[in-house]
Every structure is written in C-alpha cells, then in structure tokens.
C-alpha cells in the first residue's frame, strides 16, 4: 500500500524559502509520478489545490500558475523522495501542503497515498 510521509514545512516570513520532503514507504515502486497539493484553511479535502506535479523519471514537470516560477519539485528515485522548493514565499501560501502518488504528471487522473500534510505558514 502506497504511503506517503511529508515533512519541511514551518513558519517562514514572506519572500523567504522552505524545502519540503515526500518519502514514500517501502516498497512503493518509484515508476509512480509524483504530485503536491495543499488545503487552505477551512477548505474540504477535496479542494486541494494541485501545484506541482513531476513524472516518474523527473524529465517532465507541470506548476500551477499561483506557483510558477517560484516552486520547484525535483525528486531522488534513489531515496524515493519527492522535493518542493519554494521561493519567494507569499502570505497566500499559507497552506498545508501533501505529497501524492498521481496517474499522471500534469494531474489528471487520481491521487493516492496522503500522508498527514505539512504545514506552511508565511508571516507578512
């Protein structure tokens, strides 16, 4: 059974940077592609916003527009972990932020394997 296992998140003042982790369990095959999402504050589950999104050989990538250019997600198939860098952090990102195994890069189709979320906050 997939699971995955978020960490990296904390408080961080507006233009500054955090690096979150996503290692899978053992025993999840490393041929999945890999997502990011994150839940704003008193949003259901089930408006995760998804921003970033990296196929299994990490030569393609997708990014939401709210994050474009200053979000990176990389990935170590050798430590079938998963990486969100992000820069120029902004008040809006405020969020919990989860990792997913997805069907497909760009995030079509379904997501699996949640883990417990990170949480990030940006102070102004």
């Known amino acids: 059974q997939v699971q995955l296992a978020e960490s990296g998140g904390g408080l961080v003042q507006a233009g500054g940077s955090l690096r979150l982790s996503c290692v899978a369990s053992?025993?999840?095959?490393?041929?999945?592609?890999r997502g990011w999402f994150r839940q704003f504050p008193g949003q259901e589950e089930k408006a995760r916003e998804f921003?970033?999104?990296?196929?299994?050989?990490?030569?393609?990538?997708y990014y939401a527009d709210s994050v474009k250019g200053r979000f990176t997600i990389t990935r170590d198939n050798a430590k079938n972990t998963a990486y969100l860098e992000m820069n120029k952090l902004k008040p809006e990102d405020t969020a919990r932020y989860y990792c997913a195994v997805i069907d497909y890069y760009d995030g079509n189709g379904s997501a699996r394997g949640w883990g417990q979320g990170t949480q990030v906050t940006v102070s102004s």
């Open positions: 053992e025993g999840t095959p490393s041929t999945y592609a």
């Open positions: 921003i970033a999104g990296i196929s299994w050989r990490g030569g393609t990538t």
